[in-house]
């Protein structure tokens, strides 16, 4: 990724002294502003105007809407033409990198819908990875395609995911309820090496990690998630004194996860209200996780520390989370905001 630079001045020495030893020590170094037509230069303003000329042509330019979900940020790419990225997952890097590229959580690819659907969507996270569905994400999508469309008025649509279908209802208040459909417990299907009930789902699991046996709950909502309350040294967890940076990895990358997994620190503030931490695979620890969040109450209703419909609370802001108990599926509500938009140089 490059930045065009359109100079219209520059800096001339004009005299220097020095009058001691050692750089930077008794020096007197005085400097002017002067225009870069006094100094020789070519029109840069025109230079820069042909340089994007150019790189326009060569098809190298993407343009793009930034959004986010309290805090877990997305680079929104419409992708209507063509179930194919336009861009590669090298490049998602370089445009997550928030000192050289545009700065997001990840890339989200707004592409044609399949099998009947409105729209489908696909991911790269920062590290290049690309997870099966992101909670937040759908909610920025909804918002994004209602913008792309010129809608302004509440509607769903259905979005294949690599979770399967998603439905995203736009409110009349601009937050986003989202079905996120019935949790996965069956640990083949999490997936996950850690030993089941007898129903196959593996709730209170032992699992040894930084030389402390954790407690923890496994879920899938499409993508696979470990959720912790406490370890054996521990009954509550205190999720702001934990050191996310050097805990997240090692659930990650734990060998009892195949396919890695998401992480979700849970303190029980009371049956309906709940915080979170969470160390998301392939993109670290962030400010919030939509999958995670509805994982967590599936995990605290299964370990009997919720109620079915809590508040979670999130270093980015909350969300509103209901297991239904008639149908099984997971509801999330939470906003989606649009940032700014913007155009990048490949």
């Not at 489908?120 to 290049?128: E, K, L, Q, V």
């Not at 999958?291 to 605290?300: D, I, P, S």
């Not at 802001?317 to 913007?342: C, P, R």
Request: charged fraction near 20%; proline fraction near 4%; aromatic fraction near 6%.
């Amino acid at each position: 990724m490059s930045l065009s630079v359109s100079p219209i001045c520059s800096f001339r020495k004009l005299s220097r002294s020095w009058t001691g030893r050692g750089r930077g020590r008794g020096v007197s170094t005085p400097y002017i502003l002067l225009p870069t037509s006094m100094l020789g230069f070519k029109n840069t303003t025109e230079s820069a105007s042909l340089s994007y000329t150019n790189k326009k042509k060569k098809g190298d330019v993407l343009h793009f809407v930034k959004y986010h979900g309290i805090g877990n940020d997305f680079i929104m790419v419409d992708n209507r033409d063509s179930l194919e990225p336009r861009i590669c997952a090298d490049q998602a890097i370089e445009l997550c990198n928030r000192n050289f590229g545009v700065g997001a959580d990840g890339v989200i690819f707004t592409m044609p819908g399949v099998d009947g659907t409105d729209y489908s969507m696909r991911i790269f996270n920062s590290d290049g990875s690309e997870p099966e569905m992101c909670g937040n994400g759908i909610r920025c999508m909804a918002r994004f395609v209602a913008e792309l469309e010129n809608s302004d008025v509440p509607r769903s649509y259905t979005i294949h995911t690599g979770a399967g279908l998603i439905v995203p209802k736009i409110q009349a208040d601009g937050k986003v309820i989202v079905d996120m459909g019935q949790p996965i417990l069956s640990a083949a299907d999490i997936p996950t090496n850690l030993p089941g009930r007898d129903d196959g789902a593996v709730v209170k699991s032992e699992l040894l990690v930084n030389g402390k046996t954790w407690i923890v709950t496994c879920v899938s909502m499409g993508n696979p998630h470990c959720v912790t309350f406490s370890h054996k040294d521990c009954e509550a967890l205190d999720v702001n004194s934990l050191h996310l940076e050097h805990l997240g990895p090692l659930f990650e990358h734990h060998e009892m996860f195949p396919a890695r997994t998401n992480t979700e620190f849970v303190q029980v503030l009371s049956s309906r209200h709940l915080r979170m931490r969470v160390w998301e695979r392939g993109a670290g620890a962030t400010l919030a996780c939509g999958t995670g969040a509805c994982a967590l109450v599936v995990a605290a209703v299964l370990e009997g520390r919720s109620e079915r419909k809590c508040l979670v609370d999130l270093p980015g802001g909350q969300l509103e989370i209901e297991w239904n108990e008639k149908d099984n599926h997971v509801y999330m509500t939470g906003s989606a905001e649009k940032v700014f938009s913007g155009t990048a140089f490949l």
